[in-house]
């Protein structure tokens, strides 16, 4: 959640920019948001949290993604990344504007199939699901005249790319979604006996649509509400996060792996760390918890 953005000197431009926006209410259950960025400086070097799967458009592809397992994949023009377990260090050389959105988990699973569970802490170049037509949409959102022509363009390319699939049911997501926001430590005992099902047909089912199985799963959403509370200068009781982590030392290791910053740097958030938490966060209400608050 924080490396090293800083701004040139003596330029005018915010170096970071970054807007969040909900989704069309028909797609609430399959995108967890919108976003726009734009970054005015040579060189970008940050670390992004664990998150759930992205799809982004860049104006200008120089960079490259660096997964927690090391493992590199250089920015496409459209780039996939499916849902990560740990910080990824993102790259980006020249200024460049990025168009974004998350993927909820049904989304997720409609859009990639039988292939969702093999792209944790992997990125693919979109146009090879796509083709052309990805370079077209592109196109159109460089070339759009605003925010709001984006947004028109964003949502309605996410309905054309989840009819190429059968839909995902939602029930499953929806139960999980409610175990892990009903505890800062949810027992996967308890998600086996919200679904009905058997331990192995739940980790299973968990790690095709989220990416992980359960237990680490949870760990990933409570370091990541801690990450992004003490960014946004709360307390872990504000976050009702208090006893959530067995010590200090516990703490400092989980948001370290799925956050990239420790509570102290945390403290002093870079401009992509305010812009991303707060701007998030700002969403409360319209989106799920598990998405503003993370």
């Given at each position: 959640?924080?490396?090293?953005?800083?701004?040139?000197?003596?330029?005018?431009?915010?170096?970071?920019?970054?807007?969040?926006?909900?989704?069309?209410?028909?797609?609430?259950?399959?995108?967890?948001?919108?976003?726009?960025?734009?970054?005015?400086?040579?060189?970008?070097?940050?670390?992004?949290?664990?998150?759930?799967?992205?799809?982004?458009?860049?104006?200008?592809?120089?960079?490259e993604y660096i997964f927690a397992d090391g493992h590199v994949v250089p920015a496409?023009?459209?780039?996939?990344?499916?849902?990560?377990?740990?910080?990824?260090?993102?790259?980006?050389?020249?200024?460049?504007?990025?168009?974004?959105?998350?993927?909820?988990?049904?989304?997720?699973?409609?859009?990639?199939?039988?292939?969702?569970?093999?792209?944790?802490?992997?990125?693919?170049?979109?146009?090879?699901?796509?083709?052309?037509?990805?370079?077209?949409?592109?196109?159109?959102?460089?070339?759009?005249?605003?925010?709001?022509?984006?947004?028109?363009?964003?949502?309605?390319?996410?309905r054309e790319i989840l009819k190429k699939n059968e839909p995902a049911p939602v029930?499953?997501?929806?139960?999980?979604?409610?175990?892990?926001?009903?505890?800062?430590?949810?027992?996967?005992?308890?998600?086996?006996?919200?679904?009905?099902?058997?331990?192995?047909?739940?980790?299973?089912?968990?790690?095709?649509?989220?990416?992980?199985?359960?237990?680490?799963?949870?760990?990933?959403?409570?370091?990541?509400?801690?990450?992004?509370?003490?960014?946004?200068?709360?307390?872990?009781?504000?976050?009702?996060?208090?006893?959530?982590?067995?010590?200090?030392?516990?703490?400092?290791?989980?948001?370290?792996?799925?956050?990239?910053?420790?509570?102290?740097?945390?403290?002093?958030?870079?401009?992509?760390?305010?812009?991303?938490?707060?701007?998030?966060?700002?969403?409360?209400?319209?989106?799920?918890?598990?998405?503003?608050?993370?």
């Open positions: 959640m924080t490396q090293n953005t800083t701004p040139p000197p003596g330029d005018g431009e915010p170096p970071f920019e970054l807007q969040y926006f909900a989704p069309d209410p028909d797609l609430a259950e399959m995108v967890s948001s919108f976003y726009v960025a734009r970054i005015n400086i040579p060189h970008f070097d940050e670390y992004e949290r664990a998150d759930r799967p992205q799809f982004r458009v860049m104006s200008n592809p120089d960079g496409s023009r459209a780039t996939i990344i499916g849902p990560t377990s740990g910080r990824v260090r993102a790259i980006a050389r020249g200024t460049t504007r990025l168009y974004g959105f998350g993927m909820m988990p049904a989304g997720w699973a409609t859009l990639m199939g039988d292939d969702a569970d093999k792209l944790t802490d992997r990125a693919i170049d979109a146009t090879a699901l796509f083709g052309d037509w990805m370079v077209e949409v592109a196109d159109a959102l460089d070339k759009a005249s605003g925010t709001e022509e984006r947004l028109v363009i964003g949502n309605n390319f996410v029930w499953f997501t929806r139960t999980v979604d409610e175990w892990l926001a009903s505890h800062a430590s949810p027992q996967v005992s308890d998600l086996v006996e919200a679904t009905g099902m058997s331990i192995r047909s739940v980790e299973r089912m968990t790690k095709h649509f989220y990416g992980l199985p359960p237990r680490m799963l949870a760990r990933k959403y409570r370091a990541v509400r801690a990450a992004a509370a003490l960014a946004r200068g709360e307390t872990l009781d504000d976050a009702m996060l208090a006893d959530a982590f067995y010590d200090q030392s516990h703490l400092i290791r989980e948001i370290k792996r799925f956050a990239g910053a420790t509570p102290g740097q945390l403290s002093h958030p870079t401009l992509y760390t305010k812009a991303t938490t707060r701007g998030r966060k700002q969403l409360a209400g319209r989106v799920s918890p598990l998405v503003s608050d993370t």
